[in-house]
């Protein structure tokens, strides 16, 4: 293995964000970054984000894509050291952060809760949305379908067989870990 | 329009009227028609007379305001969300591993995984999955989630940047999860169940995650070589120094900056940490005491100078955390610093700290297809010559201890006995052995089928004897006279060359620590005074990798002191699932004690064979029935 090649292999940082729902429309966020065999390189997880009944009201069927997507996205984002090359998330509602973020975002479909407000999780997506990345297959934002290139470029570093749905598991663990050890008051706006 | 069509006190004229546009607006308002249809109904209560009035209308300005406003106003503000980090300590780069180095491919651990039919068994590896857990006394949530946020073990091992040689068992994977989030561990498994590629896999991974950068390994000197070879055969890429050489060299190596791991053996270290100044002493992340019953007598030096080894985290591997009694757990709990120092915990307590920081694992429940052992007992008569020296023996031993009386001690017992198992092993005179004879005859079954044989002594001058009487099976002799130096090419041409049909070894050189799966029979041929050490003699064949059944063959003289042995020992097998489990025996040993041995004769008179009892309590008695 060249060097070149090694520092490009060593350069991946793959993010892995989750959100979950700890009880009614309140969430927390989690972001894993690893490097490309899964190992944790940093975490960041969001305290607890209640809407009230006014943005409730006012936001409708946005307002869980908002908070998911750009609220806590974006935030987890921001405040993360090391910057991953491209997130993978089990959130479909996550894929609206890659509109305000300038790296792919990739919706691990199999690995969506069952209690994902977006009843189109399940709908048919467009075979050009669809880029395979390690072992699954990811829907890629629509508007954003020019990501594919970069996605390919950064899965031939990976093995054929990584398990990305298995890391976004540990986020999801990680933060249900982290609400039962900790007392948090959620952020009613 | 109004309408007063229905009122009746209304004068009959028009309801209806204009009413006109007030002038006071500014802008064209046309003449409207305002129905007044009001149904009132005239009660004579004197005041109607306000009805017969017209309605008096007033009109007033009203400012209309130009400006259009909403109130109140809202803006989509929200509220900053607050982030927790947790940023993990950075990996240690090491050589990559030949493999890599040559620019082959990497091999995975799925590849290797073949199904009969040779087609890769996919399934399997998908479904499995050891998650890191963490340990309980992990209380902090950057601590738990650290452990949590790691990859599935066979993620971190598959053929990514750790290269192994074979896929761990499922067992193993469970013990290098555990090893890797405890502080403080006892990895008791079972001999043969690879304690040795647990720990190295585990301390891989914990320097590949920057967790830990400087172990000292400790073990008896007759396994560095052995130790050296697992490393190499499971962590080719970690650099490995042994402390050895003169005391110069060896302060050199102690100090030597960058050098992940240490080996050393008890006497080296014992002597080295002694010679130190106490702020010289190197300091490591983990410490490992291989047989770590080395150290179960908590006031021996070098259960003192280990417990005062600078480290962070503490491992013991032993396949036999109690040799004699339950509180020898209690030196290796010192050390592991989960109990206080000179701490008396009870049994119930030991059992409670065993939960948490023993992993032990027997191959009954871990190893469900490794090919069974099988035991056989050879209960053989004393050919006529050692009969008669034994018959002598023993009659002038115990008569000579009973004129002893009350002076003899366990030690004078103890000598008698050794006097008659040694018998029972040859005639001295006459070099007359029925163990030989039956270890010949079965020998040539062995060599005739390919087969190797493992046999183990007491005494090395026994194996010596035996050896120049198997040359027909060209024998190999290993035990503590054989420089260490030639101990490993001893071993080699065991395993690789076919003439070579018998291994003989001693008891405390050849019982521990090493892998001769490829010999699948067994042969004590006599019996040591603890089964553990028995047992651990046993699995340097029956352990990993050991594709047929393994023969077992003790060798018993009936009517000896050998059978009264075994009867005691036999008994005592059980002894580690009652202590490490509800541990209601406090005062149960695995050797034999004092009155066990003082026994072994008492047994004998039992059986009616003449022997009288010797216990110092009733010599008088036993002088009696001597005479």
Redesign the interface.
Known sequence: ?TSASKDRKDQVRLGFMTAIEIVDRTFVGGL?V?DR???????????P?KPNR??EL??GPTLVPFILGE??GK??LD????KPTLVLTSRVEMLQLRPTASLPVLFDEASSPSDSSDTATRTEVQKDQQVRFGRQTFRMHKDFLSDRAIVERIALEL?D?A?MH??LQ??G??LR??MS??AVRP??? | MLSAQNHRNLPERDASFDVPCPRAFDFPFETSTVELLPTVDIFSSGSNVALNRWLGIECQKIEAGLVVGTVPSWKPGWPKVHTVGLAFPEAIEFQPAPTERDGEQLKTLRARKKKPDGESDDSQVATKSTRLRPPSDALSLEDRLFYILQPPLETMLAGQDLIMPFEPFPHQYEGIGWLFSQKSALLADEMGLGKTMQMITAVRLLLRGGQIRRILLVCPKPLIPNWQREFRAWAEELPVVTVEGDTARRNLIWKMPGVPILITNYEVMVRDMEAMPEDERPKFDLVVLDEAQRIKNRDSKTAVVTRDLNRKRSWCLTGTPIENRPEELVSLFEFLEVVPPRATPDLRQLSRLADVYILRRTKDVAMKDMPPRLDRDAYLELSPAQQYAYTVAEKEGVVQLNEMGDQVSVQHVFELVLRLKQITNFDPLTNESSKLDRLVADMEEIAQSGGKAILFSQWTKVLDWLGARLQQFNPLIYHGGVPTKKREPILAEFKADPTRHILLMSYGTGAVGLNLQFAGYVFLFDRWWNPAVEDQAINRAHRIGQTSTVIVTRFICKDTIEERIDAILTQKRAIFESILGAGDESNVTLSLNASEIFGLFDLKARHGKGTKKIAPAKAEDAKQDAA
């Open positions: 293995m894993l690893t065999f899964g190992r944790p390189l940093e975490f960041q997880c969001t305290t984000v006014t943005q006012l936001y609220l806590l935030t987890l405040r993360i050291s090391v093995s067989d398990n298995e890391p540990r986020v663990e990680a870990e982290t050890t900790v952020r009613v706006a």
